[in-house]
């Protein structure tokens, strides 16, 4: 448990240097494409292809998602059709439980995620719960001495990092759950307007 404590003491105080490392690299792959769209040799297909590449991870470096093209203009779409009802930070969680087939977008969500995601939030809560005493109790327990008290911290800071891991597992649903939401709306906003031009053709 120690050992487990300190390694995520290390990722919490290196993180910055990881997403710097992350970042460059991505952004070297962008300068990569760039690279080989100047050369004269690459032409038709391939260079429609290391172009499509670039403008994903043109949107990736924007957003943190990397969606082909279709998808990705689907879900632009679907996001200005809510008209700011849903903040497109959902839409980007909500990501893995969408599906674009035929044309046709949508949102899934199966019984495991809804099971993966009791399950995670009954983990935050009880992390949280365990986590609290640890962390703000331990200083009042009658002759306590510097290295347990350390080490009742550390345990509490593990549980606490569980339980903020565990909550953002949770995120994904619940952004799905509004993109869905804001899709049905969307598909019934549609049939009326289809409804109307139905009727203004008879009337006329």
């Known amino acids: 448990m120690t050992s487990a404590a300190f390694a995520c003491i290390l990722f919490l105080v290196n993180y910055k240097k990881i997403l710097v490392f992350f970042e460059y690299r991505k952004k070297n ?64 969680r909500a990501v893995p439980h969408m599906l674009y087939e035929n044309k046709i ?5 199966g019984w495991f995620d809804w099971g993966s995601a009791i399950v995670n939030g009954l983990c935050c809560l009880v992390m949280v719960v365990l986590g ?19 080490e009742r911290l550390i345990m509490g800071v593990v549980f606490w990092i569980i339980a903020i891991f ?17 899709l049905g709306k969307r598909e019934s906003k549609g049939d009326e307007e289809e409804q109307n031009h139905e009727y203004e053709g008879l009337a006329s």
């Open 105 to 109: 977008f949508s949102v899934h969500i």
């Open 166 to 182: 565990s909550f953002y597992q949770v995120l994904p649903v619940i952004s799905a759950r509004h993109v869905d939401g804001a």
């Open 132 to 150: 609290f005493p640890l962390l703000f109790f331990s200083y009042f327990i009658e002759g306590i001495t510097l290295i347990p008290l350390l």
């Open 29 to 92: 792959r962008v300068a990569n494409l760039v690279e080989a769209l100047k050369c004269d040799q690459i032409t038709g297909l391939t260079k429609s292809h290391l172009e499509e590449e670039l403008a994903a991870e043109h949107f990736k470096l924007s957003t943190g998602i990397r969606l082909d093209k279709e998808f990705r203009e689907e879900l632009i779409k679907a996001y200005r059709d809510a008209n700011g009802a849903v903040r497109f930070d959902h839409y980007k």
